[in-house]
C-alpha cells in the first residue's frame, strides 16, 4: 500500500482556507496513492474554541473529503471539530473512495491546555479494515497512553494525526517508535508545522516506522507531501518468528 502523509502549515480556525490549502497539495501527488494522511483539527488548528469552526457529519469537510477520495481514488484520514447531539467532538474520520466514512474520537483529552472541558471524550477503540489492512486510527495525546493502544486486534498499522508542539518532540519520536516496538506494527505520525495565536510552534516531525522501530520515513520539518509505500509479509514471518504478541498481558480498560 502507497500512503501519502501531509505535513502543513494550519491556518487558525479557517477550514475554507485550510480545504483549499490542503487540496493544492492533494493536485501535486504525481503518482497513485491508497490512502492520504493529514494533521489533527486540520480545519482549524487545535482549537479550544469548537463553537468557531464545528460542523456536522452533514456539512462541508465531510462532503470535501467524500469528493476529494472518490477524485483521487484514495481515502483520506484526518481529524476536525465535529458537533453532535449538542457536544463537541474531536473527530478522526476515515473517508473511503466509496463514500464510506468511519470516525473515531478523541479519548485521551489533553488536560492541560483545558481540550477535556470543551470536547467530549470517546469511548471506543476503532479497527478500519482498508484494501486489506488493518489500521487502527489515534489522535495526539493518544500517543502517552500505551495500554489503550495495544495491539489486541492484531491490526497492522497504528496511525496518529496530531497538533504536537516542538517543545516536546522528543517525547513524540520516542513514543511513536516505542509504539511500533511493542505492537511489532507499522507506525504513521502525522503533525502540523507552524506558529498558533497561542504561540506554541510545531516543527512536524511526521514519520513512519516498520514493525521493528526501524525509520522508513525519518523525521521531517517542512511542509511537504512525503510518500512511503508498507507491506505485510515480512511483518507477519517477524511477527511469527519472534512470537512477542503473544506474549502479551491479557487486560480490560475499565472508564
Known amino acids: 500500500m502507497k500512503i501519502a502523509l501531509i505535513q502543513t502549515v494550519l491556518i487558525w480556525e479557517n477550514p475554507t482556507q485550510n480545504r483549499k490549502r490542503l487540496e493544492d497539495f492533494f493536485v501535486t501527488l504525481s503518482e497513485k496513492v491508497d490512502l492520504v494522511v493529514l494533521p489533527e483539527m486540520f480545519t482549524s488548528g487545535f482549537t479550544m474554541h469548537p463553537k468557531n469552526v464545528a460542523e456536522t457529519m452533514e456539512q462541508e469537510t465531510v462532503l470535501w ?21 449538542g457536544n ?3 473527530r478522526l474520520l476515515f473517508v473511503e473512495p466509496n463514500g464510506k466514512v468511519t470516525h473515531y474520537d478523541k479519548r485521551h483529552l489533553f488536560s492541560l491546555a483545558h481540550e477535556d472541558e470543551y470536547y467530549a471524550k470517546g469511548m471506543h477503540k476503532q479497527i478500519i479494515t482498508y484494501r486489506g489492512l488493518k489500521f487502527c ?38 513514543l511513536l517508535k516505542a509504539r511500533a516496538i511493542e505492537n511489532m506494527c507499522y507506525v504513521i505520525g502525522v ?8 504561540n506554541l510552534e510545531y516543527n512536524g516531525h511526521t514519520q513512519a ?30 511477527r511469527e518468528k519472534l512470537s512477542f504478541l503473544r506474549d502479551r498481558d491479557s487486560f480490560e480498560i475499565i472508564d
Not at 469528493?67 to 465535529?82: F, T
Not at 500517543?143 to 498499522?157: A, H, I, K, M, Q
Not at 525509520?215 to 507531501?225: A, H, I, M, R, S
Open 65 to 85: 473529503m467524500k469528493q476529494w477520495a472518490l477524485k483521487i481514488n484514495a481515502a483520506l484520514v484526518g481529524s476536525v471539530v465535529i458537533e453532535t447531539d
Open 88 to 90: 463537541y467532538t474531536n
Open 137 to 174: 486510527p489515534l489522535i495526539c495525546y493518544d500517543l502517552r497512553f500505551p495500554v489503550f493502544s495495544r495491539n489486541t486486534e492484531n491490526y497492522d498499522v497504528l496511525l496518529y494525526v496530531a497538533n504536537w508542539p516542538s517543545i516536546r518532540i522528543a517525547a513524540w519520536d520516542a
Open 191 to 198: 503533525n502540523r508545522v507552524g506558529v498558533d495565536p497561542n
Open 209 to 238: 516506522l516498520d514493525f521493528l522501530g526501524n525509520y522508513l520515513l525519518t523525521p521531517q520539518e517542512k511542509d511537504g507531501v512525503y510518500l512511503i509505500s508498507i507491506t505485510t509479509e515480512e511483518m507477519y514471518n517477524s
